[in-house]
């Protein structure tokens, strides 16, 4: 079973709507949490990174939480634009070189 | 250059050939990973370099899978007599340094078919 977990797998939005991406982990011990951006045909790119103490982070209309507790973190975008179809990419990390762990990722399609 | 290039970005090979798949890291980073990414799957690590030493070759799927890295800098993965379920997305990245916390930077993948 993966260790980290996306929902949905895929979501289809109109231009100009909001909508929240899910990720779950059991990755222990805990040290980073990290949301990419992947579109069609294109390497990941890095849209926020969280550690244990932070609750939320934002780049512009990317908003991620982060709950250490429960294991759970959300990515939100506000007021979408067609460029944001792409998938997102979840990626929990242990406290060691190399120990992270990715989802599998939401596809997010946004329709004019 | 600007970013991680990889070379060839598509290639297609019969089953049975071998495969090379070069990466060209941002300059400075000493860090370099290699990932695969099968069609709706997530990414799989592969292997990674701290300069030009290997510490961790626990992702690479088979003996037939192998990988150098030379002055610190550019990288090349080595598929042997290829299967069709070597059939991917290779991914490079690079790092200034290892650890989980240094951003990747991703280049755009080499698209491997394995007819």
């Known amino acids: 079973k993966n260790q980290v977990e996306q929902s949905p797998q895929s979501l289809i939005i109109l231009e100009g709507k909001n909508c929240t991406l899910q990720?779950?982990?059991?990755?222990?011990?805990?040290?980073?949490l990290r949301w990419y951006k992947q579109d069609t045909g294109r390497g990941p790119v890095s849209l926020t990174i969280m550690t244990f103490s932070e609750n939320t982070k934002s780049n512009g209309r990317y908003t991620a939480t982060l709950d250490a507790d429960t294991k759970q973190s959300s990515l939100h975008i506000t007021a979408s634009q067609l460029s944001d179809s792409a998938s997102y990419i979840c990626?929990?990390?242990?406290?060691?070189?190399?120990?992270?762990?990715f989802g599998a990722g939401t596809r997010l399609t946004v329709k004019p | 250059g600007a970013g991680v290039s990889q070379s060839p970005s598509n290639k297609v090979t019969e089953k049975g050939k071998d495969v090379e798949l070069r990466c060209d890291p941002i300059?400075?980073?000493?860090?370099l990973y290699w990932y695969r990414q099968s069609l709706g799957q997530g990414l799989e690590f592969l292997i990674y370099f701290q300069g030009n030493s290997a510490p961790d070759k626990s992702g690479l799927p088979s003996d037939r899978f192998s990988a150098e890295r030379t002055g610190g800098s550019v990288s090349t993965l080595t598929i042997q007599r290829t299967q069709q379920e070597d059939s991917a997305v290779y991914l490079c990245?690079?790092?200034?340094?290892?650890?989980?916390?240094?951003?990747?930077?991703f280049g755009p993948g080499t698209r491997l078919t394995v007819l």
């Open positions: 990245a690079s790092s200034l340094a290892t650890g989980s916390y240094n951003e990747q930077f």
């Open positions: 300059s400075g980073h000493t860090a």
């Open positions: 990626v929990v990390s242990g406290p060691y070189n190399n120990d992270m762990r």
């Open positions: 990720c779950n982990y059991t990755v222990s011990p805990f040290s980073n």
